[in-house]
């Protein structure tokens, strides 16, 4: 049954030209290796962080103005 589901999936990301390896991994190795939720979301919320941070520094070299809470005030 896991084996249709994720043949399904994979498919579906070949065929739609969205595939992204990490977030197709990440559930393999946490259902297949038995582990927890909290395995699922170390590397989830780590994933997350890195990309929010570069995103920050790369518009702060870039001069770039990022979205910030004053935006919603105006």
């Known amino acids: 049954r896991r084996q249709r589901q994720m043949c399904i999936r994979d498919s579906l990301m070949m065929a739609t030209k969205t595939v992204h390896p990490p977030a197709g991994a990440n559930p393999i190795i946490a ?13 989830v919320a780590a994933g997350a962080a890195f990309i929010v941070l570069f995103a920050i520094i790369y518009n702060q070299l870039m001069k770039r103005k ?7 005030r105006q």
Do not use: E, Q, R, S
């Not at 259902?31 to 590397?43: D, E, N, Q, S």
């Open 31 to 43: 259902i297949l290796g038995a582990k927890g939720v909290g395995f699922l979301m170390i590397p």
């Open 66 to 72: 990022y979205f910030t809470f004053n935006d919603l």
